[in-house]
């Protein structure tokens, strides 16, 4: 007996503005996914951020064309540079200092990261240790 396989998208979505434009149109339309449908839900579901803040959503599509999708928390770069109050991180990661953040910023964003499905197991500290190292990777210095 044959099992119905479901393919998995995985796409960066603008809170609260998902338009069924490129590059979110084109990328369901050729799985033959409405978009439309999935931008309003989408919206519906985000309302409660901050408009345009980048979300993870994993699209699960069934064989008969339903889908269903999942958020996860915004990437842990986009929490630093908005901590930061900048809008790129360093080219030179390590050699070019482009900000600066608290330890306050770090653990508020551990906080965050906590509620996310892969992390919950993980303690406060740990999470702060991989953030600060992130940090470092984009340019972004840890101030006490």
């Known amino acids: 007996m044959a099992t119905a396989t479901v393919s998995k998208i995985r796409i960066l979505v603008p809170a609260g503005n998902a338009r069924p434009t490129p590059p979110i149109g084109p990328i369901l339309g050729q799985r033959g996914l409405k978009a439309i ?6 919206n519906e579901f985000t309302k409660k951020y901050e408009v345009d803040t980048p979300v993870p959503t994993i699209i699960m599509m069934q064989p008969d064309r339903k889908f269903t999708f999942t958020c996860s ?8 540079k908005r901590a930061a ?17 608290s330890l306050k ?3 508020e964003i551990a906080k965050i990261k ?24 984009i340019g972004i210095e840890v101030v006490p």
């Open 105 to 107: 910023h770090i653990y």
């Open 114 to 137: 906590q509620k996310q499905e892969n992390l919950k197991d993980f303690d406060l500290k740990s999470i702060c240790k991989s953030i600060i190292a992130t940090s470092g990777s």
């Open 85 to 101: 109050k900048i809008d790129k991180g360093s080219a030179k990661p390590k050699h070019e200092v482009v900000g600066k953040v």
């Open 73 to 80: 928390m915004p990437p842990t770069s986009w929490l630093l």
């Open 37 to 42: 449908d999935f931008c309003k839900q989408f």
